[in-house]
Structure formats: structure tokens, C-alpha cells
């Protein structure tokens, strides 16, 4: 991989629960972006977090930052069976101007 | 404000056969980028114009692809002549200035390449 890794590749919840997938990645970042990816449809920009934040929250998403572990984890909250698609993390890194994604996870939620 | 438009949406070629992509980025967006995801692995970068040059093309895979932004506005991506491996979506983005990096970037629908 470029940069990242995700966990899980793919995750099947019922409606209602919540969803976490993580990301990992290997070098030192800028900020680190959330996208997401419906079905035979483009790239949308979900949520940005800068290398000196921790936490931040935009509606019913839950983004975590640790870049001492170069981790990353997204959190959805009382998913709907419209969050069905797949969701990609991904890193600027120090110095550059460009995104380096991670691997993606499928999620998948059952009405 | 429109998006980031992407055509065709679909393209079905056979192998050895030339085909060009276009990005049309958002209005004022001196940045474009292209990147592609070939058979559900990565997202991975291709190249990065600020307006007509080349800032970064060390994602071209090869010399079979050619990039070109003449005027600054809209982008080609040509791709002869055309392999197998070269399936794959390909995905445009553009930001204001170098602001993609702190503000997001916006992707068009993507273009959905199968050699055959």
C-alpha cells in the first residue's frame, strides 16, 4: 500500500448500530481525511483531522486521531442502510500536496 | 457551483486501442489531480497540476499515459495504447490554491475504464 492500511476490508451491521472501521498508516502526516464512495459514484470528502487534533465530530460521524500509533478510526453512529458503501481513509503528508489512501473498508447495513 | 465533472462515465475498449478521459475541475481550482483504482485494490495518486504544469507525475505508471491540462482548465488523461491491467476507475480532483490539503478535496463521479 501507498500509505494506508483499513480494517476491517468489509463490515455488515444491522440499521441502528454503529459502525467503526480503522486506518492505519506509516509516515508522518499533515491531516488525515475521511471519503466516502457509494456504488458506481465518486469520492465524498466526509471529514478532516490535522496531525494536532485527536478527536472531532461532524454529525453522526466520530473521527479519532493517534499519531503516535499513526492510527485512525471512524465511527458511525446509528447507521442507516444509506451508509452502505465504502469508506476510505486518507493522509496528506508533511511537506506534499497530494492523498495517499488506504485500502477501504466495504461496509454494508441491513435495514 | 458545479462539481468536478468527469467523462465519459463508462468506457469499454479492447486492448490496444487508445482512449482519452476528461476532467473538468471546478471553476477557479488551480489544482488538479488524478488517481485511479484498479481491480478494488487502493486509491492510488497519479499526478498533481497547478494549473497547466506538471507540480507531481510520480504516480504515472508508464510512458503509455499521457496527462495534459492545456490552458490551465480542463484535463486529459490519455491512455495508448490500452492493456489489460489499465481497468480500473479513474477518479479527478481539484482544490483551491493548496488549500485541498487542509480543507478537502472535491472528486468527480469518476470514469469506470474496462479493456478487454
Known amino acids: 500500500s501507498q500509505q494506508g492500511e483499513e480494517d476491517p476490508q468489509a463490515l455488515s451491521i444491522q440499521e441502528g448500530e454503529n459502525a467503526t472501521m480503522n486506518c492505519s498508516y506509516k509516515t508522518s502526516i499533515n491531516n488525515l481525511q475521511w471519503y466516502r464512495q457509494n456504488s458506481g459514484r465518486g469520492l465524498v470528502h466526509l471529514i478532516l483531522i490535522r496531525s494536532n487534533e485527536r478527536e472531532k465530530h461532524s454529525g453522526r460521524l466520530r473521527v479519532t486521531l493517534d499519531t503516535s500509533k499513526k492510527s485512525s478510526s471512524l465511527l458511525i453512529t446509528a447507521s442507516r442502510a444509506a451508509d452502505t458503501a465504502s469508506y476510505f481513509c486518507?493522509?496528506?503528508?508533511?511537506?506534499?500536496?497530494?492523498?495517499?489512501f488506504g485500502t477501504g473498508t466495504r461496509l454494508t447495513v441491513i435495514p | 457551483e458545479a462539481g468536478v465533472t468527469q467523462f465519459p462515465s463508462h468506457s469499454v475498449i479492447e486492448k490496444g486501442q487508445t482512449v482519452t478521459l476528461r476532467c473538468d475541475p471546478i471553476s477557479g481550482h488551480d489544482n488538479l489531480y488524478w488517481y485511479r483504482r484498479v481491480m478494488g485494490k487502493e486509491i492510488k495518486f497519479l499526478l498533481h497540476?497547478?494549473?497547466?504544469?506538471?507540480?507531481?507525475e510520480s504516480g504515472m505508471p508508464n510512458n503509455r499515459f499521457l496527462a495534459e491540462r492545456t490552458g490551465g482548465t480542463y484535463s486529459t488523461l490519455k491512455v495508448q495504447p490500452a492493456e489489460l491491467e489499465d481497468s480500473g476507475v479513474y477518479f479527478c480532483?481539484?482544490?483551491?490554491?493548496?488549500?485541498?490539503?487542509?480543507?478537502?478535496?472535491?472528486f468527480g463521479s469518476g470514469t469506470r475504464l474496462t479493456v478487454v
Open positions: 480532483a481539484s482544490s483551491q490554491e493548496n488549500l485541498g490539503g487542509w480543507y478537502g478535496y472535491t
Open positions: 486518507a493522509t496528506v503528508q508533511t511537506g506534499a500536496n497530494n492523498l495517499f
Open positions: 497540476f497547478v494549473k497547466e504544469s506538471k507540480q507531481d
